[in-house]
């Protein structure tokens, strides 16, 4: 929390953690799925949760603001995880993840991989996905309802350079020149063939619908 604080602050922090930030491999983004939305540091036993994500209707009257990437976001903490939780408006929920994760790009810079866990077009707020520059992993649980044209631009924008895992139950297949196709590996149940079709990665592990 306190990296938050001041550029000289994260600095003496990232000086003094240079061997915790070593054994760090990953950071995973949990957004729009079932369960608490948290950013946490996965391992083979248990996720070192860092923050949440919360509505913020749904604040106590604890919150303080900090300056997150130029964007001010009202945080409180939480005891049952035991960790910061960032606030948020529905309309404002994607600018949100993507300030903090600029954060930890600066902090972290293309040391770690930055994998974004999705369910989308499920809810009526979830036809926006941010932008995240950098991402290795994304998995995207899709529903049928979904807006395809908003999922189209996000692959459009943002190659995900190592895996994307996805279950889509839409109708419509991506453009031949989605950057979809463009990644290292693809795994998941896809509603179109072409996806073997145009894939330009290394492998294609799916179920055609």
């Given amino acids: 929390m306190l990296s938050f604080a001041s550029k000289n602050v994260k600095k003496i922090i990232k000086s003094s953690q240079i ?3 070593k ?3 990953s950071i995973v983004y949990n957004y729009f799925l079932m369960g608490p939305e948290m950013v946490y540091i ?3 036993t248990k996720r070192d949760f860092i923050m949440g994500m919360k509505n913020r ?3 106590n009257n604890t919150c303080f603001p900090l300056n997150v990437s130029g964007k001010i976001i009202a945080f409180e903490l939480c005891t049952r995880y035991r960790c910061p939780v960032a606030s948020y408006q529905l309309d ?11 954060y930890f790009l600066d902090l972290f810079g293309s040391s ?9 077009g499920w809810r009526d707020n979830d ?3 941010p932008n995240l520059q950098n991402l290795s992993v994304c998995s995207i649980r899709n529903s049928r309802f979904a807006n395809m044209t908003n999922l189209q631009n996000f692959l459009a924008s943002n190659l995900v350079s190592k895996r994307i895992y996805m279950v889509d ?12 196709y463009q990644t290292e590996s693809i795994e998941g149940e896809l509603s179109a063939s072409a996806t073997l079709r145009h894939f330009q990665g290394r492998q294609a592990v799916v179920t055609c619908h």
């Fill in 23 to 25: 054994s760090i491999s």
């Fill in 57 to 59: 209707n749904f604040l």
């Fill in 19 to 21: 061997t915790r930030f």
């Fill in 127 to 129: 036809d926006r996905i």
């Fill in 92 to 102: 404002d929920k994607e600018s949100v993840l993507e300030s903090i994760h600029n």
């Fill in 169 to 180: 139950k839409g109708e419509d297949s991506f453009d031949p020149e989605s950057k979809f």
């Fill in 42 to 44: 996965p391992s083979k």
């Fill in 112 to 120: 770690v991989e930055y994998h974004l866990k999705a369910g989308y």
